[in-house]
């Protein structure tokens, strides 16, 4: 099927590719405005393929400048070429031959900054995941592996660096003041993961010695004078290097391994072979210009990147459905990282905090996608949460189904058997069916089915018996183009929690398999029953967020109080108190609706301050607890006919409600908290800072006055505090003298630092007033703001549609329009970061009638727009089918 506006690729349609091309000499003559690319490929006809197959080469935007077979000129009649492909029909009749393709491209004018552009006067690329075609004419796929030796020229004044993939092999000076560097990277690779970086960069440098003596010089380059502020980035990456040789068995492999940020960036960072780009947001980072967020960002992207060197690089992905073989995994392992240098549980509910509010909206909207999707339009618009986190998820249930040893079994065996090679998910399965002995079969649907499966419980002890029988049934919610759903394997770990809140035993259990306390759900319903419980239980279900599911599930409230309590999994613990001020809230913003005063149970407002104030458990973890959930986290639980303004006075009533009867104890644990030790990034010291920006908030609600917000702006010596104080004056008193001043002040001190003031930006997109969108016109305007940096668009207007409910839902439909405007003004400057911002509208269906009414008008204009890109136009029509 093929729509107006565009080709579908469907995964049944995969073909391997009749040409192979096992190498690759590029040579680049560096030029802003217009750059020569020679490419030298050797090619390999298959031995199946016929003599007289097409050789057709993908290409975007390009220009031939000169084509040659084996040397001599192609005749015009035996190829056609146009800017978005290269068809060869007469070919030699020997089954190898070389093809030198010249392309001419014009990097400064590339604002898609995809392919080879232009960063603050530094070239550099980006490929995945078909940005190589923007660079010469290739066959642009993952499942051609190529050797790649680079050359690159330039003006030695501009560009003293030039780096590319693998390791350096010579380099020199020419004339006029030119010189030119070659690199080979001898891992066959795919297009995507081609890298160059040439500029004029600072750098620190650093040496790591692998599990087997082998010597890698480390780099990263940022921009002159901020070297210091990548001394984090390098302790990140030595640690995750260390880490995946303990944890995995993974050395790195090449003598060098280089980072370079840029300041223009799609993405987070790319994990080309030994030259991973990043976005200089999270590279760059010292205590009086990043968070605690911040080091906490950086130290997990640099481990993503660098663990894709095996889960990405050596092993890649067949075709882009795939996407998830490498994202899914490494994002887990990623995780088990972060969770190893910090704190478990505290990282766990960041996770799924993260995946509740990013990919549970995707898996219960119109752009529902299973993991591996089976179709797209653009791949670009498949980086996803659905792709990432729950592929991550669908990782982590498979090692709880297996166990850690099998688990561990089953990676070893994928390593062993794939490295080197581009594959499926059928065969990351199959290396843990091998390696374990068990059917995955119908765990496998984790990856081929979307939505969110939700699982209904109920339990019923029987005293005299001593049975607790527990009765659970599935079912998976219909998504676009999937309208009957197939039965899940769920793993659900739990423990049935005794009154003295330590796990109860019990002797036997029947109607379903349990094994090492995971209950596994294979049917639609299951009556289980434990025998030999000696006492009254509460059910802990979905311990550690297993799956991920949501759970409908019939309990009282003093249940999940007590599992707030007493629980021995502090995830769970984290999970009662949450799903019971998400209870709350959704019953107050009902009443607020109904014109009702909103009231909350004194016990609820009691727990959630004892455990604020409960000094044995980490203060990282008791600012979670304290953290109420979001107004974003009650609409998505509400589900439909939302009203945001209720939510939002709703929310106020309870975070007074707990300001109030926690005034005392907050005060006095906002001052024992104060730090006096020079400040360290480390996650205890984190912590305690987290806990007291979450403190700061109660304070200001319970005495109505800015002054402590103040003071600790004021006082400050790291931005985490600094920062945290200048949200909750934004938020409470961002009409006031204080609050003014306060933006003015840091706005001030932080002018010339563009991260910095970044948060300056997303701090007032946050504010929760029907100025804001009028804020935000004025603030487009302000010198430091372009739409030309994704960075500065995502922090005003990316904050600002997913962070705040109230401005961006406002019921005239102007924060709608402020996004849609945005959006098709970016459009034909960068496809892929305005597809990104017009996601925002995907939950438009769950809104009350006035707000729906007017977000649909305006997807529909959009829609209609003459010249839309393919990632927009792809967007848009998902959302409004
Ligand atoms: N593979 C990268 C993500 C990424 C994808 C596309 C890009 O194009 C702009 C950039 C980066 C990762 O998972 O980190
Ligand atoms: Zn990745």
Redesign the pocket.
């Known amino acids: 099927m093929r729509t107006e506006s565009g080709q579908i690729f469907r995964l049944e349609d995969y073909q391997p590719s009749n040409y192979l091309i096992p190498e690759v000499a590029l040579d680049f003559r560096l030029n802003a405005e217009e750059t020569l690319v020679t490419a030298r490929l050797q090619v390999e006809r298959i031995p199946r393929a016929p003599a007289d197959a097409p050789l057709i080469l993908d290409g975007d935007g390009l220009v031939l400048e000169a084509l040659a077979v084996n040397g001599a000129e192609a005749e015009p009649a035996d190829y056609d070429a146009s800017p978005d492909r290269l068809t060869i029909t007469r070919l030699p009749a020997s089954r190898r031959f070389e093809l030198t393709i010249v392309t001419r491209i014009a990097p400064s004018k590339n604002t898609t900054?995809?392919g080879l552009y232009v960063s603050s006067g530094v070239f550099c690329t980006?490929c995945?995941?078909e940005?190589f075609r923007r660079i010469t004419y290739f066959l642009d796929r993952p499942d051609i592996l190529s050797v790649y030796t680079v050359r690159m020229e330039a003006d030695r004044k501009d560009a003293p660096l030039l780096l590319s993939n693998g390791n350096p092999v010579e380099s020199g000076d020419l004339a006029d003041g030119r010189h030119f560097a070659v690199w080979h990277d001898p891992f066959p690779k795919p297009s995507y993961l081609f890298a160059l970086v040439a500029g004029d960069l600072g750098v620190i440098k650093d040496r790591f010695t692998t599990a087997s003596g082998r010597e890698v010089d480390l780099g990263i380059y940022v921009e002159h004078g901020k070297e210091k502020r990548a001394a984090y980035a390098m302790d990140a990456l030595k640690r995750s290097m260390r880490w995946d040789e303990e944890r995995f068995g993974r050395e790195y492999d090449l003598n060098v391994f280089n980072i370079v940020a840029v300041s223009d960036?799609?993405?987070?960072?790319?994990?080309n072979k030994g030259l991973n780009v990043f976005n200089d947001k999270y590279v760059l980072a010292d205590e009086d210009t990043a968070t605690d967020v911040d080091f906490a960002n950086i130290e997990a992207?640099i481990a993503?990147?660098y663990f894709?060197n095996w889960t990405?690089n050596r092993i890649t992905c067949r075709d882009w459905f795939q996407l998830c073989l490498k994202?899914g995994l490494?994002v887990f392992r990623d995780h088990e990282f972060s969770a190893d240098e910090r704190s478990r549980a505290v990282k766990r509910i960041a996770e799924v905090r993260g995946l509740r509010a990013h990919q549970f909206p995707e898996d219960q909207g119109p752009l529902a996608h299973p993991v591996r999707p089976r179709r797209y339009r653009e791949i670009?618009n498949f980086?996803t949460a659905t792709v990432?986190e729950k592929g991550s998820e669908v990782v982590r249930m498979l090692r709880t189904i297996l166990g850690e040893d099998a688990f561990r079994a089953g990676m070893d065996l994928y390593f062993e058997r794939h490295d080197g090679q581009a594959v499926t998910i059928e065969d990351f399965v199959k290396a843990f069916e091998d390696a374990s002995g068990r059917d995955l079969n119908q765990f496998s649907l984790w990856y081929h089915q979307a939505g969110t499966p939700n699982v209904a419980l109920s339990s019923r002890y029987d005293g005299k018996e001593k049975t607790l029988t527990v009765e659970i049934e599935q079912s998976v919610p219909p998504t676009p183009s999937e309208s009957r759903k197939r039965l899940m394997h769920i793993p659900l770990a739990f423990g049935l929690v005794g009154p003295d809140g330590t796990d109860l035993d019990y002797q036997s259990v029947e109607g379903a398999s349990v094994e090492n306390s995971v209950i596994h759900l294979r049917k639609r319903r299951h009556q289980i029953v434990f025998k030999g419980v000696k006492a009254r239980p509460v059910l802990s279900i979905n311990r550690g967020f297993s799956a991920p599911v949501t759970l409908s599930v019939e309990s009282r409230a003093d249940e999940q109080l007590f599992l707030a309590r007493h629980d021995s999994d502090p995830f769970s613990r984290w999970q009662a108190l949450n799903t019971l001020l998400t209870d709350a809230l959704i019953a107050a913003s009902k009443a607020v609706r109904g014109g009702k005063k909103p009231v909350f149970e004194d016990e609820l407002i009691s727990v959630t301050i004892d455990l604020a104030a409960d000094e044995t458990l980490e203060e990282a973890f008791r600012a979670l607890t304290l953290s109420v959930p979001g107004e974003a986290d009650v609409a998505r639980e509400i589900g439909r006919d939302i009203d945001p303004d209720a939510i939002h006075t709703a929310r106020r009533a309870l975070l007074m409600a707990i300001a109030q009867a926690g005034s005392q104890t907050f005060r006095a644990l906002y001052e024992r908290l104060l730090d006096s030790a020079p400040f360290s990034p480390d996650a205890r010291s984190a912590g305690r800072r987290a806990l007291r920006n979450t403190l700061i908030e109660f304070l200001v609600l319970d005495s109505a006055s800015p002054e402590d917000a103040y003071r600790q702006f004021e006082d400050a010596d790291n931005m985490t505090e600094r920062a945290g104080a200048l949200t909750v004056l934004a938020q409470h008193f961002h009409d006031t003298d204080v609050g003014r001043a306060a933006l003015a002040a840091f706005e001030k001190r932080y002018r010339d630092n563009p991260l910095v003031l970044d948060k300056w930006f997303q701090i007032q997109a946050m504010v929760p007033s029907t100025a804001t969108v009028s804020l935000l016109r004025s603030l487009m305007e302000h010198p430091h703001f372009s739409l030309a940096n994704p960075n500065r668009v995502r922090a005003l207007i990316g904050t600002f549609s997913m962070a705040n409910q109230t401005a961006f839902h406002s019921a005239d439909g102007e924060g709608y329009r402020l996004v849609a405007e945005t959006v098709a003004a970016l459009d034909s400057h960068n496809p892929?970061v305005a597809a990104r911002l017009a996601t925002a509208f995907r939950s438009w269906r769950s809104l009350e009638k006035g707000r729906r009414e007017h977000a649909r008008k305006l997807l529909v204009e959009m829609a209609k727009r003459k010249d839309l890109s393919r990632d927009l136009a792809d967007i848009l029509e998902r959302t409004l089918a």
């Open positions: 900054l995809m980006q995945e995941a940005g960036f799609n993405m987070g960072a790319m994990e992207i993503h990147e894709h990405g994202e490494t670009n980086y990432y892929q």
